[in-house]
């Protein structure tokens, strides 16, 4: 008696709960009220906005939010920095908690590989600072940073050539010398996979050519204290940073043995 009383109640409950959940599911699909998409919240601002679709892997819509907000002026470092940066940080963070799982991830990196199509700009015309060869480090396919960094410094009138991702240490060697670039720019978010970037400059001063290239390391994983461990010739926290350590590289030359740091650790 007492466990059929308890089940009407439970199923009126339910009912109830159908009810505002068939309301809710409507205004979801097509708000007519509130005349916005399902993850925009009333203050949430086109940059939060951006992350939780990255987040959420909604790439088209992404792209488009990414798309409004350089119309409105923002550069694209800044949708770097506010929205692509965090919102990988923070998937990062709850891959930790494993309350987010690899599928999500990859995802993530698709919606941001689309908007780093729509807002990145072209190669800068009738400026040539140097040749750039790049990539990410043997074992690591970690690559939207890379692309990143790779991106702004095309943008500011250098030759890129973009190795990929996985790039064992030879390849950069063996490259940067056929194509004689200026730079040899290496990024790496895997922490096992920092110990290839050593083999780099390692192979360059066995063959007697270590002076010919500056070597620029940045990543997730990387700090500046591991770029003086290695020899690198500088470290840069972003794409920014990494475009004015190349060009301070190329006009100036490095002073000392120290490698040159361009931005704060964290
Ligand atoms: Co992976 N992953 N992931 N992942 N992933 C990290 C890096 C991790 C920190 C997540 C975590 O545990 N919190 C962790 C590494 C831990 C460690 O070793 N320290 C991790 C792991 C463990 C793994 C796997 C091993 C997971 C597994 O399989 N169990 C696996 C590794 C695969 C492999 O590489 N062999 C793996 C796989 C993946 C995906 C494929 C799913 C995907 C990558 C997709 C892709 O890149 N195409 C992925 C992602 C997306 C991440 C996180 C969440 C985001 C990375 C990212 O794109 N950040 C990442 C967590 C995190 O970073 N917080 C994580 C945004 C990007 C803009 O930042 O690359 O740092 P970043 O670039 C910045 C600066 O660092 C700088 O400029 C950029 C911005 O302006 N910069 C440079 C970058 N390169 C530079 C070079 C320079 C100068 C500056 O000079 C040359």
């Keep these: 008696m007492v466990s059929k009383a308890f089940m009407n109640v439970n199923i009126k409950n339910a009912e109830v709960i159908a009810a505002n959940l068939t309301k809710a599911c409507k205004c979801l699909s097509s708000c007519t009220v509130h005349k916005r998409k399902p993850s925009e919240g ?22 488009e939010v990414a798309l409004k907000l350089v119309e409105k002026g923002c550069t694209p470092m800044d949708v770097v920095r506010k929205a692509i940066k965090p919102a990988m940080d923070e998937l990062g963070r709850r891959f930790e908690r ?7 991830l990859m995802l993530a990196a698709e919606a941001v590989q689309e908007v780093l199509k729509a807002v990145m700009p072209e190669g800068k015309q ?8 790049i990539g990410t480090i043997y074992g690591d396919i970690h690559d939207i940073g890379k692309n990143i960094v790779a991106s702004m410094l095309r943008a500011s009138g250098y030759e890129i050539i973009d190795l990929g991702s996985d790039v064992h240490p030879d390849t950069f060697v063996e490259v940067a010398k056929r194509e004689g670039a200026n730079i040899i720019g290496i ?10 970037m050593r083999d780099v400059i390692k192979r360059l001063a066995d063959e007697g050519i ?20 290695i020899g690198a010739d500088g470290w840069a926290k972003d794409a920014d940073k990494a475009v004015q350590l190349c060009d301070t590289l190329l006009e100036k030359g490095k002073k000392s043995r120290e490698p040159l740091i361009f931005g704060e650790w964290r």
Excluded: Q
């Design 187 to 196: 990024s790496c978010l895997l922490t096992p996979s920092m110990y290839y």
């Design 210 to 229: 270590r002076d010919r290239f500056h070597v620029v390391v940045g990543g997730a994983a990387v700090y500046p204290e591991w770029a003086k461990e």
């Design 126 to 133: 009738g400026i040539y600072k140097g040749k750039v060869v």
């Design 42 to 63: 009333r203050a949430v601002d086109d940059f939060e906005l951006l992350k939780r679709y990255i987040m959420e892997g909604e790439d088209e819509r992404a792209r």
């Design 98 to 104: 494993l309350e987010a799982f690899l599928p999500e």
